[in-house]
Nanobody
Protein backbone atom coordinates (compact mmCIF):
# COMPACT_ATOMS: atom_id res chain seq x y z
CA UNK A 1 0.00 0.00 0.00
CA UNK A 2 1.16 3.57 -0.70
CA UNK A 3 0.39 6.39 1.71
CA UNK A 4 0.16 10.10 0.95
CA UNK A 5 -0.01 12.50 3.89
CA UNK A 6 -1.30 16.04 3.46
CA UNK A 7 -2.89 18.92 5.33
CA UNK A 8 0.07 20.34 7.16
CA UNK A 9 0.79 24.03 7.35
CA UNK A 10 1.49 27.04 9.53
CA UNK A 11 -0.97 27.82 12.29
CA UNK A 12 -0.98 29.98 15.40
CA UNK A 13 -1.07 28.62 18.92
CA UNK A 14 -4.57 27.44 19.71
CA UNK A 15 -5.41 26.84 16.09
CA UNK A 16 -6.48 23.65 14.32
CA UNK A 17 -5.40 21.54 11.41
CA UNK A 18 -6.67 18.30 9.92
CA UNK A 19 -4.15 15.94 8.42
CA UNK A 20 -5.18 13.37 5.86
CA UNK A 21 -3.51 10.14 4.86
CA UNK A 22 -4.73 8.78 1.55
CA UNK A 23 -3.95 5.14 0.87
CA UNK A 24 -3.82 3.23 -2.36
CA UNK A 25 -4.98 -0.33 -2.67
CA UNK A 26 -8.15 -2.24 -2.03
CA UNK A 27 -7.28 -3.54 1.41
CA UNK A 28 -7.08 -0.24 3.28
CA UNK A 29 -9.98 -1.22 5.52
CA UNK A 30 -7.97 -4.14 6.90
CA UNK A 31 -4.99 -2.00 7.94
CA UNK A 32 -4.40 -0.43 11.29
CA UNK A 33 -3.33 3.19 10.87
CA UNK A 34 -1.03 5.36 12.91
CA UNK A 35 0.38 8.87 13.03
CA UNK A 36 3.89 9.73 14.17
CA UNK A 37 5.82 12.98 14.30
CA UNK A 38 9.41 14.05 14.33
CA UNK A 39 10.57 17.45 15.50
CA UNK A 40 14.01 18.85 14.53
CA UNK A 41 16.74 17.21 16.55
CA UNK A 42 14.35 14.76 18.17
CA UNK A 43 13.44 11.16 17.65
CA UNK A 44 10.26 10.15 15.91
CA UNK A 45 7.42 9.73 18.37
CA UNK A 46 4.05 8.05 18.33
CA UNK A 47 1.03 10.33 18.20
CA UNK A 48 -2.10 8.24 17.61
CA UNK A 49 -3.37 4.99 16.14
CA UNK A 50 -6.67 3.50 15.08
CA UNK A 51 -7.66 -0.09 14.48
CA UNK A 52 -8.96 -1.33 11.16
CA UNK A 53 -12.55 -1.23 12.42
CA UNK A 54 -12.01 2.18 14.12
CA UNK A 55 -13.34 0.68 17.30
CA UNK A 56 -10.04 1.22 19.10
CA UNK A 57 -8.02 4.40 19.21
CA UNK A 58 -4.81 5.19 21.04
CA UNK A 59 -3.06 8.48 21.81
CA UNK A 60 0.14 9.63 23.37
CA UNK A 61 -0.55 11.50 26.58
CA UNK A 62 0.53 14.89 25.27
CA UNK A 63 -2.23 14.98 22.64
CA UNK A 64 -5.10 13.37 24.50
CA UNK A 65 -8.14 15.62 24.48
CA UNK A 66 -6.72 17.74 21.65
CA UNK A 67 -6.17 15.34 18.75
CA UNK A 68 -8.61 12.88 17.24
CA UNK A 69 -7.73 10.07 14.87
CA UNK A 70 -10.37 8.72 12.54
CA UNK A 71 -10.73 6.90 9.26
CA UNK A 72 -13.09 6.62 6.33
CA UNK A 73 -12.62 3.21 4.78
CA UNK A 74 -14.87 4.10 1.85
CA UNK A 75 -12.41 6.87 0.95
CA UNK A 76 -9.27 4.92 1.85
CA UNK A 77 -8.29 7.80 4.08
CA UNK A 78 -7.21 8.28 7.68
CA UNK A 79 -7.36 11.62 9.45
CA UNK A 80 -5.77 13.37 12.37
CA UNK A 81 -7.79 16.31 13.63
CA UNK A 82 -5.54 18.54 15.70
CA UNK A 83 -7.07 21.20 17.92
CA UNK A 84 -5.61 23.57 20.50
CA UNK A 85 -2.25 23.31 18.82
CA UNK A 86 0.85 24.26 20.74
CA UNK A 87 4.35 25.23 19.57
CA UNK A 88 5.62 21.89 20.85
CA UNK A 89 3.39 20.15 18.30
CA UNK A 90 5.62 21.52 15.55
CA UNK A 91 7.04 18.58 13.62
CA UNK A 92 6.87 16.60 10.44
CA UNK A 93 3.89 14.27 10.74
CA UNK A 94 3.93 10.84 9.16
CA UNK A 95 1.16 8.34 8.66
CA UNK A 96 1.79 4.63 8.74
CA UNK A 97 -0.11 1.40 8.13
CA UNK A 98 0.08 -2.01 9.74
CA UNK A 99 -1.29 -5.22 8.21
CA UNK A 100 -1.89 -7.43 11.21
CA UNK A 101 -3.53 -6.89 14.60
CA UNK A 102 -1.36 -6.43 17.65
CA UNK A 103 -2.00 -7.48 21.24
CA UNK A 104 -0.99 -4.03 22.48
CA UNK A 105 -1.38 -0.47 21.17
CA UNK A 106 0.81 -0.13 18.06
CA UNK A 107 2.92 2.75 19.33
CA UNK A 108 6.33 1.78 17.99
CA UNK A 109 7.57 2.68 14.56
CA UNK A 110 8.60 -0.92 14.05
CA UNK A 111 4.96 -1.97 14.43
CA UNK A 112 4.18 -0.54 11.00
CA UNK A 113 4.75 -1.92 7.53
CA UNK A 114 4.18 1.14 5.34
CA UNK A 115 4.93 4.85 5.71
CA UNK A 116 3.87 8.04 4.02
CA UNK A 117 6.23 10.85 3.10
CA UNK A 118 5.36 13.29 5.90
CA UNK A 119 3.71 16.68 6.10
CA UNK A 120 5.09 19.68 7.98
CA UNK A 121 3.10 21.20 10.83
CA UNK A 122 4.37 24.46 12.28
CA UNK A 123 2.70 26.13 15.23
CA UNK A 124 3.76 29.70 15.90
CA UNK A 125 3.69 31.21 19.36
Amino acid sequence: VQLQASGGGLVQTGGSLRLSCAASGRTFSSYHMGWFRQAPGKEREFVAAISWSDSNTYYTDSVKGRFTISRDNAKNTAYLQMNSLKPEDTAVYYCAARRNPLYRPPSSGTDYDYWGQGTQVTVSS
